[in-house]
């Protein structure tokens, strides 16, 4: 069967993706091999979002007292009522995208696995699809690691968790990045007894001490205990559920927990796709290589989103699919290098991070300045009685550029877009701070915060 162009994998990228081809008069096929809307729609942000906000209701209403507001009693958590809502959050946006494809105009939809059969052709079954461009989006999955006894154990995944409805006694998560972050501290709101394990000295690593310790802070005073220094990590089955070596330099060597979650990171679903009957070339970890505009070293074929390393997150990859469209349909160079990047982590008060930390601009040896102030420095925080967190902004004290920023406090996931977007116009700082913010927001700290740079490590 003759194509203008293959999609594989219907993540984040490759529907947007075809949307733009169809319209371009492309005779399209898109293959998927499951679960329409991929890792972020069905295991992955949307089903997680919509329970830190549960986890977020119950922990509001334990705290009701604080605001002068009285309940009935003690708050229970009925995790079957939690399930049903993320099930239908995520059912919802996955039939939406799915029926989407299959009415779309010049679109064929193919449901199975596809490998490659040669560089310019796929099967899927015995069907086989050939076109002079194919574009790969197959993103990726949770890493299970080679660890002593993972495989005597029940352990869950961000997929597998996601079926549970009923609170675990005690949820034992491995891995202190987003992923673990996030379930650890929503199932300890759901009322579980919640124990993370880093294997390095502190929680999400890639962000600067101070940020850490915060974290550390606001998860040990909600009851989660976190060990990190977790040199070597081991399982094996117990009488009470599983036992989880640690061999932290404090503490008990071994925990005992009812439930386990791996989460220590993802690997691309690049190992069943035959790449090498097409020739493309991956990377030591599997992560397909691709140029700045996101070609593979095989003309005629390129690779957006996850599985191509250069992004984890939906915004990039639907970026991937924008960036790619741009150049082939508008006539454009855009480049995956002019990404300022930005993340938020979902715990409670979030995470909103843009560009590089104060340690990357150090490392970098850039001459910088740095703003920092705590929550309880914020008037909007103060108001809603969530002052738990820091906000810090990094400049380049010669260029005046804006080089990274962290808003770990409440609505710092929305406020730091003011700051992304200030990077993204590559304009110096002192016009982030003429603007006149709206009172009280956690984002009209900002310019203040460039009222009062400082050298690094003065903060
Ligand atoms: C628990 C969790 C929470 C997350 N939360 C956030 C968040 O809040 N914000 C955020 O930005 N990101 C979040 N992410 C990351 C985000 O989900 C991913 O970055 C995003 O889904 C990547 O999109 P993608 O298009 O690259 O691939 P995917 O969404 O993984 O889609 C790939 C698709 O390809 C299909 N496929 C794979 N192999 C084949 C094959 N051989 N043939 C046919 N089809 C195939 C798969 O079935 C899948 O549908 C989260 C991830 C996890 C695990």
């Not at 239908?88 to 193919?110: D, H, K, N, Q, Y």
């Not at 449901?111 to 699809?129: T, Y």
């Not at 439930?259 to 020739?279: C, K, S, W």
């Amino acid at each position: 069967m003759n194509f203008d162009a293959i999609i594989l994998g219907a993540g984040q990228a490759g529907p947007p993706l075809a949307g733009r081809l169809t319209a371009a008069g492309m005779n399209v096929a898109l293959v998927e091999r499951k679960l329409f809307g991929g890792t972020c729609v069905n295991v992955g942000c949307m089903p997680t979002k919509t329970m830190v906000a549960s986890a977020y209701a119950a922990h509001l209403a334990r705290r009701a007292a604080n605001y002068g507001v009285v309940t009935g009693g003690a708050v229970r958590v009925d995790m079957p009522r939690v399930k049903a809502r993320a099930d239908a959050v995520r059912t919802r946006a996955r039939t939406g995208i799915e029926s989407w494809l299959r009415g779309m105009s010049g679109c064929t939809v193919f449901q199975g696995h596809s490998r490659f059969e040669g560089p310019d052709r796929v099967k899927v079954g015995d069907q086989l699809l050939v076109a002079p461009r194919i574009f790969i989006n197959v993103g990726g999955r949770a890493f299970v690691p080679e660890l002593p006894g993972v495989h005597d154990i029940a352990y869950l995944t961000n997929t597998s968790i996601l079926e549970l409805d009923a609170v675990p006694d005690h949820l034992v998560v491995v891995g202190g990045s987003y992923v673990g972050l996030e379930f650890a501290q929503m199932y300890r709101r759901f009322g579980a007894r919640v124990t993370v394990i880093e294997k390095s000295p502190r929680l999400i690593g890639r962000e600067d001490e101070d940020v850490s310790e915060a974290i550390r802070d606001i998860f040990v005073g909600e009851g989660i205990t976190v060990r990190t220094k977790a040199e070597c990590i081991r399982f094996a089955p117990h009488a009470q559920g599983i036992e989880v070596g640690v061999d932290c330099a404090q503490g008990p060597p071994e925990v005992v927990g009812s439930h386990v979650l791996l989460a220590v990171g993802r690997r691309p679903n690049t190992d069943d796709l035959n790449l090498e009957r097409a020739g493309v070339k991956t990377d030591a970890r599997g992560y397909i290589v691709v140029d700045d505009s996101l070609a593979t070293n095989v003309p005629g074929i390129w690779a957006l989103g996850d599985c191509n390393g250069r992004g984890a997150f939906t915004h990039t990859s639907y970026n991937d699919f924008e960036i790619v469209a741009a150049n082939l349909l508008d006539g454009e160079q855009r480049k995956v290098s002019d990404r300022v990047p930005g993340y938020a982590l979902y715990i409670d008060p979030p995470l909103g991070r843009a560009g590089i930390t104060e340690a990357q601009a150090l490392a970098s040896g850039q001459p910088i300045l740095v703003g920092q102030r705590p929550m309880t420095k914020v008037g909007r925080a103060i108001e809603k009685d969530e002052t738990q967190g820091l906000m810090k902004i990094v400049v380049n004290a010669e260029t005046r550029q804006v080089l990274g920023a962290a808003i770990l406090g409440t609505g710092g996931d929305e406020a730091i877009h003011g700051v992304l977007d200030m990077m993204n116009a590559r304009a110096p700082y002192p016009v982030l701070q003429w603007a006149v913010p709206i009172h009280p927001t956690v984002s009209e700290l900002i310019p203040t915060l460039l009222g009062e740079l400082r050298p690094a490590g003065r903060g």
